[in-house]
């Protein structure tokens, strides 16, 4: 499944990664570099003997001679280079999420990156062919890696698009196995070998007291041979969320703080337990109801009965 990110606004994701740029040229090795940048033009138009349009000799390896100056010369351009490759509109280097910025104050961010995604795929294809044409190796490598990037950056906005149309509500587990603080390592064993269910909560009155995970047990059943109560192994720093979130704030904020399984709750009131396995889930699931809709229109078949 493909990671899911927030979107920030266009205005700020464009501002962002231009400021990249220039956050990056202010660090250490880049500030050398644009240092260098800078010195050696200044330098070659001190210097240089001839017509400044002569310099470009000090980087053909045809022409160049080994000095100072060419090493300079070398660096400055390899840089600058760099720095303008990044800036092509081709997603999803920094010119095709400016370019994605731009589209999606005007066209939505889920539009305008599948835009920025099929421009950047066009654009890797060109430069592939043009490296495969001219024997150049390692842009044809980077082409394919630009393609590949822009189709999993589609995906995770798709993903994402999906997500953020269902809520924790409707996507939890509603039919789980529970536990007591009184129940054993052995029983939730038993649990794990009859029934799908990784993760088990932990209730005492209807309150949720912890959460014991499949591999919480797992470790419990290694290191300790005694039938060690659930009360000793269960979690209590759980991640709480609530059910109006959506299935896209669930999977960032699980990402964000390392979890795998979160407790959801409707005000006070404990619902159940969802995981990364159910995210999952309901986005696959999600994605064919999607295809059925735009194929047969709102639910026609699935509410259709059979025929007497």
Sequence with gaps: ??????????????????????????????????????????????????????????????????????????????????????????????????????LASFLGFQRATRIAAALGQVVAMLLGAFAVWNGLVLLAVVAVFIFIAAAQQRAAEEARGVLSSLRLGDAYNKYALVLSPADRVSKVVDYLLTSYQPDFAVLHGGELLGVVTRNVVLRALADDPADAYVAGLMDRHYLRLDARQSLAEAQELMAEQGRTVAAVFAGDRYLGLINLDDLREALQIAAFLKLHEERYGGGTRLDATPAA
Excluded: C, H, K
């Excluded at 880049?30 to 470009?56: E, S």
């Design 1 to 102: 499944m493909a990671a899911v990110v927030s979107a920030p606004p266009p205005a700020a994701e464009a501002t962002v990664r231009l400021a990249g740029r220039l956050r990056g040229a202010l660090r250490s090795r880049r500030l050398l570099l644009g240092l260098a940048i800078v010195g050696f033009f200044a330098l070659l138009a001190v210097t240089y003997p001839g017509p400044i349009l002569d310099a470009f000799q000090l980087v053909d390896p045809r022409q160049a001679q080994p000095s100072g100056l060419t090493l300079l010369a070398w660096l400055s351009t390899s840089n600058l280079g760099l720095l303008l490759f990044n800036l092509i509109p081709a997603f999803p280097m920094d010119g095709g999420r400016m370019l994605r910025a731009i």
